[in-house]
């Protein structure tokens, strides 16, 4: 979802930027966009783990996500302005050609619930999952071996589109194609997946061959 149906990532990284440059914390770019595509339970556990060495004590994961939520509260994301060019016309298309979709997103199911309905793309999905709902998220290939179950699919009938490593490296895992979409502005690579594409409608030329 985050980096490919919509164009959060980067918003979310420069907000977490002003939060901990106004409160003086040293936290570096680089750690802050290792975050990328990673899990809420990533996030809250490197919070901890920055708020501690930062002299503000010792946090849980829970206490540490608690205190970034008040020094955020009120903070609105506009999720359909987020929305990549050609998201939705590409997810009708897909579907008017018989490809089945299913969304396995890392973030937690009410961000989901969130981001769909306001992109009013929800219905285009025949299953969502959450990486909430598992131990772990990716790279764990765990979301998307159960996403398969779900759709009764094996691996190799199918393909996921994702950006960072952390979901690349999981679908890999997974035994599915990986197709990520080009995202050059937080210095991963993306060299594993098995094709790359420059924007969301460049589906439509991959899924025909």
């Known amino acids: 979802m985050d980096g490919v149906l919509i164009d959060s990532e980067a918003a979310y990284a420069e907000e977490l930027i002003e939060v901990f440059g106004a409160r003086g914390l040293d936290i570096t770019k ?3 966009f290792g975050l990328v595509g990673s899990s809420q339970k990533t996030f809250t556990t490197s919070l901890a783990r920055w708020f501690e060495r930062n002299g503000l004590g010792s946090f849980t994961p829970e206490d540490a996500v608690a205190l970034f939520n008040r020094w955020t509260e009120g903070t609105v994301y506009d999720y359909a302005g987020m929305l990549n060019p050609g998201v939705a ?9 018989g490809v089945r979709l299913a969304l396995a997103s890392s973030s937690p199911m ?3 619930v969130d981001v769909l309905g306001q ?3 929800a219905d285009a999905f025949e299953a969502i ?11 764990n290939p765990e979301i998307y071996l159960h996403t398969l179950d779900v759709l009764g699919l094996p691996a190799s009938a199918c393909c996921c589109v994702e950006d960072s490593v952390y979901g690349i490296e999981a679908g890999k895992r997974a035994g599915l194609t990986v197709v990520a979409k080009r995202e050059e502005r937080f ?5 594993e997946a098995d094709v790359i594409i420059d924007a969301i409608p460049d589906l439509l030329g991959a899924s025909a061959r």
Not at 129 to 139: A, D, I, L, N, R
């Open 187 to 191: 210095g991963f690579s993306q060299d």
């Open 89 to 97: 016309e590409t997810l009708g298309a897909l579907r008017d050609r």
């Open 119 to 121: 992109c009013g793309i």
């Open 110 to 112: 009410d961000n989901i």
């Open 30 to 32: 680089a750690e802050i």
């Open 129 to 139: 999952v959450s990486g909430e709902q598992f131990h772990e998220s990716k790279p």
